[in-house]
């Protein structure tokens, strides 16, 4: 994250932009090159991150935000808490190491059971359920009905400390 920010100083950003904790958007706070006071920094991509560049320098929202915010960059990577990747208020982001990002992912878009970690054999005929530990894959057994499949997913998200979220859990 330091090379992402190599070249960002923090006064400098705070002096030529607004941050606003509660909506998460960044504002020109100084008129520059075809930008006029209050416009809106950045835009948002394809894969729903908010791209911006300032100084030259191409950042993603979020680093950004904690940079802002906190004065120095993440030590590891930011989780959006609520999945929504333009959402850049402070209270949706968390500085985390790489595999607690990965305890709070979204559903994949195909899974058909839908619920993480869950699938159906269709050559056993019963639920299978798995939850990745330290990098890999643990298989916690197969079941003769959905729920019980999903019961042993929630209880082994509790014991490994996966995020609340994780899988889009209502």
Known sequence: MIGKLKGIDIETLRDAVSYDEETGLFKWSKPRCKVQVGDVLGY????????????????????????????KPPDGEIDHINHDRSDNRISNLRD?????????????????????????????????????????????????????????RRWAEDAYGYHDNHGDKS
């Not at 699938?119 to 530990?133: E, P, S, T």
């Open 44 to 71: 948002k991509r394809k894969d729903g991150y908010i791209h911006m560049k300032f100084n030259g320098v191409s950042i993603l929202g979020h680093v950004l935000a904690w940079f802002y915010v906190h004065g």
């Open 96 to 152: 985390v190491p790489a595999e607690e990002n990965a305890k709070n992912r979204k559903r994949y878009a195909n899974n058909k059971s839908g619920h993480a970690g869950v699938y159906l054999r269709k050559d056993l005929g019963r639920y299978g359920a798995n939850i990745q530990v330290n990098g890999r894959l643990k298989h916690l057994g197969t079941f003769a009905n959905k729920c019980d499949a999903i019961a042993a």
